[in-house]
T-cell receptor, first 113, second 113 residues
Framework: AQSVTQLGSHVSVSEGALVLLRCNYS??????LFWYVQYPNQGLQLLLK??????LVKGINGFEAEFKKSETSFHLTKPSAHMSDAAEYFC???????????FGTGTSLTVIP | NAGVTQTPKFRILKIGQSMTLQCTQD?????MYWYRQDPGMGLKLIYY???????DKGEVPNGYNVSRSTTEDFPLRLELAAPSQTSVYFC????????????FGNGTRLTVT
């Protein structure tokens, strides 16, 4: 069975500080991993994805994530938080053998001026 | 550049009423999905479709029905609304099943009282 765990339902950082949002997955086969962002009253938008190849993936708005197979993790980082980064972030996993995405419960990011 | 369009944006139903949530996409995507989002629970898959005429259940299909008569449209039907169906509903589509990201609509906020 596949599952996604996001540690910390709420994260607060100061503007300009490092953003670190944690995601761990469990999967019996190599997964495809995604981070989505949701702004208020909107649908989810893709930030970045890992399928194969380079384990450090760069996305939009300065975000990046590193796939660490040994730790079954796919943490999202950004070196310097901006006020516009305040949103809900979801980690998701899918497999090359199935049709379903499995989402974490989300992390709400607050950026303090 | 419409993408995935959902209607209505908001709806209030009385217990026992029925309604259809509309979803249409203009990207010629084969795969379409319905999710519900509840606070602190992430997204749960209700139904999905891999192409016109083909649908399958997700994690939480009870109380819902879907149809897929065309590639573009994937309506979600609630037959006998219950308070437990109060949620935000998202339709999404993707090009294929493997590593293509999901494209989301802006959601339908449904309240059943």
């Amino acid at each position: 069975a596949q599952s996604v765990t996001q540690l910390g339902s709420h994260v607060s950082v100061s503007e300009g500080a490092l953003v670190l949002l944690r995601c761990n997955y469990s999967s019996s086969v190599p997964p495809y991993l995604f981070w989505y962002v949701q702004y208020p009253n909107q649908g989810l938008q893709l930030l970045l994805k890992y399928t194969t190849g380079a384990t450090l993936v760069k996305g939009i708005n300065g975000f990046e994530a590193e796939f660490k197979k040994s730790e079954t993790s796919f943490h999202l980082t950004k070196p310097s938080a901006h006020m516009s980064d305040a949103a809900e972030y979801f980690c998701a996993v899918t497999l090359n053998t199935g049709n379903q995405f499995y989402f974490g419960t989300g992390t709400s990011l607050t950026v303090i001026p | 550049n419409a993408g995935v369009t959902q209607t209505p944006k908001f709806r209030i139903l009385k217990i026992g009423q029925s309604m259809t949530l509309q979803c249409t996409q203009d990207m010629n995507h084969n795969y379409m999905y319905w999710y519900r989002q509840d606070p602190g629970m992430g997204l749960k898959l209700i139904y999905y479709s891999v192409g016109a005429g083909i649908t399958d259940k997700g994690e939480v299909p009870n109380g819902y029905n879907v149809s897929r008569s065309t590639t573009e449209d994937f309506p979600l039907r609630l037959e006998l609304a219950a308070p437990s169906q109060t949620s935000v509903y998202f339709c999404a589509s993707s090009l294929d099943r493997e590593n293509s990201p999901l494209h989301f609509g802006n959601g339908t906020r449904l309240t059943v009282t």
